[in-house]
């Protein structure tokens, strides 16, 4: 298994995940300089460092810099360009240089059936989720969101589809086919939509200094404290660690995904896209 990483394993009784262990995030910073914490903090997670960066400042007191939804846009037009394609057997490409070109010439449909001549360089891999998932399929049960202490641990809908799961087409995706790899995918798309225009929930910091920043996965929480111009403690809560609860959200998903069908499951992790390793194992037999 590699450093970190989580695993799945399969069983008679479906799929259960084994979280990998946490990064000691509080070790390394606990007693630095304020300063070089947050330095260092972006560039220990390369996946989002504007996301961390902003938290950060933001559980500080100080001002927020740059824009997260900048970091969604590119994200998601890399996962789209390049990823998923590889993850679904299609030929990748450089993300564009505009991402609006994913949404379409008059931007993402409202309902499903548009989506049959729906001019966009996404159609394609929309089309191989779906013919690879029926209805029912990898689904999930409709999770609450993250709840009001966002630093609870839990099997919480942390991502961005749950983001987006008022959207149309999203409505109709999960009223036909589940919340599915395909309502995944479309979730990813509407995102990248609400980035494009600004419209993605905006950083806030709650009265006992946790902030909540928006990033590619979900949302982030993260809560520092100082004492003497020194960091003294931090709590992190990320969307990896919601999804990859007991219960969650990819674990449901694996469990319903039939035995004859577990070729696909390295797929349903690229969509569901956690943001540490998952390794695939099956259960070893009992021996006596």
Request: aromatic share 4%; net charge positive.
């Amino acid at each position: 298994m590699k450093d970190g990483a989580a695993s799945v394993t399969f069983g008679p009784e479906g799929a259960r995940i084994h979280a990998g262990p946490a990064l000691p995030i509080a070790r390394m910073v606990v007693g630095m300089p304020v300063d070089e914490a947050i330095a260092l903090l972006p560039r220990i997670f390369n996946l989002c460092p504007m996301a961390q960066g902003t938290a950060a400042r933001l559980s500080l007191g100080w001002p927020a810099a740059g824009d997260p939804a900048e970091e969604v846009i590119r994200d998601h037009a890399v996962r789209l360009a390049v990823t998923l394609p590889l993850a679904c057997g299609l030929p990748p490409g450089p993300p564009p240089g505009d991402a609006a070109v994913f949404l379409g010439p008059r931007g993402l449909p409202a309902g499903l059936d548009a989506l049959t001549d729906w001019a966009s360089p996404a159609a394609a891999l929309l089309g191989r989720v779906a013919d690879r998932f029926p209805r029912g399929i990898a689904t999930c049960d409709a999770l609450p969101p993250p709840p009001p202490d966002p630093l609870a641990p839990g099997a919480w809908e942390n991502s961005a589809a749950g983001r987006q799961a008022h959207h149309p087409l999203l409505r109709a995706a999960e009223a036909r086919f589940g919340r599915g790899p395909l309502w995944r995918l479309l979730g990813l798309l509407a995102d990248l939509e609400a980035a494009m225009q600004g419209s993605l929930p905006p950083p806030r910091r709650l009265p006992d200094g946790t902030a909540i920043v928006t990033a590619a996965r979900g949302a982030y929480a993260l809560r520092l404290t100082v004492d003497a111009g020194r960091i003294a403690t931090l709590a992190r809560r990320t969307p990896t660690d919601h999804l990859l609860a007991r219960g969650g959200a990819l674990e449901q998903a694996l469990c319903r995904l039939p035995a004859g069908r577990r070729q696909l499951a390295p797929l349903v992790i690229a969509l569901h896209d956690p943001c540490s390793p998952v390794v695939l194992q099956e259960a070893q037999p009992c021996t006596r």
